[in-house]
T-cell receptor
Framework: GENVEQHPSTLSVQEGDSAVIKCTYS??????FPWYKQELGKRPQLIID?????GEKKDQRIAVTLNKTAKHFSLHITETQPEDSAVYFC???????????FGSGTRLQVQP | DGGITQSPKYLFRKEGQNVTLSCEQN?????MYWYRQDPGQGLRLIYY???????QKGDIAEGYSVSREKKESFPLTVTSAQKNPTAFYLC???????????FGEGSRLTVL
């Protein structure tokens, strides 16, 4: 099955700085890689996703890059704001089960 | 409003008791999933169902059971065989084999 590793587990940045979260996956057949944001006490919500036929995708201040050869993908948040503070999860599609396998999460704290 | 409804939001249980968590969706999604969330461990897959009357074990199915008698409903029973049931349980659904996973608001189970 799929295995997803996520780093770092915690990340503290100053407001306006950039934040980068990295994930690796094991299933070379995986073709879908979403990122979810979970605020305290709330449900995870999709913020961006990428499929294996592209190497990068941007949406305003967030971007995701994918390196299929190395089997890793990253989330980039620029010009961070206090409301970006949350736990972020990466995930990869387990093609055998048709279910998402999640990383262990990164707690991002943006200091005003 | 379309969405996923989980109930109850909070549940307390004595050791040795079974408890059933409800999950209902009106998004007309075929696939439904149960994840367990523990601090620092991300989301782990308990059970999933791609179609009515069919479901498969995830990574941590021991001590849990599910049913999928209707497309809209995917209840999870936490049995007395689950050794450490205190956790936050998230139900999710999605359209098709890959795509955005929509989560319910979660059920927090505490065993006293």
């Amino acid at each position: 099955g799929e295995n997803v590793e996520q780093h770092p587990s915690t990340l503290s940045v100053q407001e306006g700085d950039s934040a980068v979260i990295k994930c690796t996956y094991s299933d070379s057949a995986s073709n879908y890689f979403p990122w979810y944001k979970q605020e305290l006490g709330k449900r995870p919500q999709l913020i961006i996703d990428i499929r294996s036929n592209v190497g990068e995708k941007k949406d305003q201040r967030i971007a995701v890059t994918l390196n299929k050869t190395a089997k890793h993908f990253s989330l980039h948040i620029t010009e961070t704001q206090p409301e970006d503070s949350a736990v972020y999860f990466c995930a990869a599609e387990d093609t055998g089960r048709r279910a998402l396998t999640f990383g262990s999460g990164t707690r991002l704290q943006v200091q005003p | 409003d379309g969405g996923i409804t989980q109930s109850p939001k909070y549940l307390f249980r004595k050791e040795g008791q079974n408890v059933t968590l409800s999950c209902e969706q009106n998004l007309n999604h075929d696939a439904m999933y149960w994840y367990r969330q523990d601090p620092g461990q991300g989301l782990r897959l308990i059970y999933y169902s791609q179609i009515v009357n069919d479901f498969q074990k995830g990574d941590i199915a021991e001590g849990y059971s599910v049913s999928r008698e209707k497309k809209e409903s995917f209840p999870l029973t936490v049995t007395s065989a689950q050794k450490n049931p205190t956790a936050f349980y998230l139900c999710a659904s999605r359209w098709g084999e890959t795509g955005e996973l929509f989560f319910g608001e979660g059920s927090r189970l505490t065993v006293l």
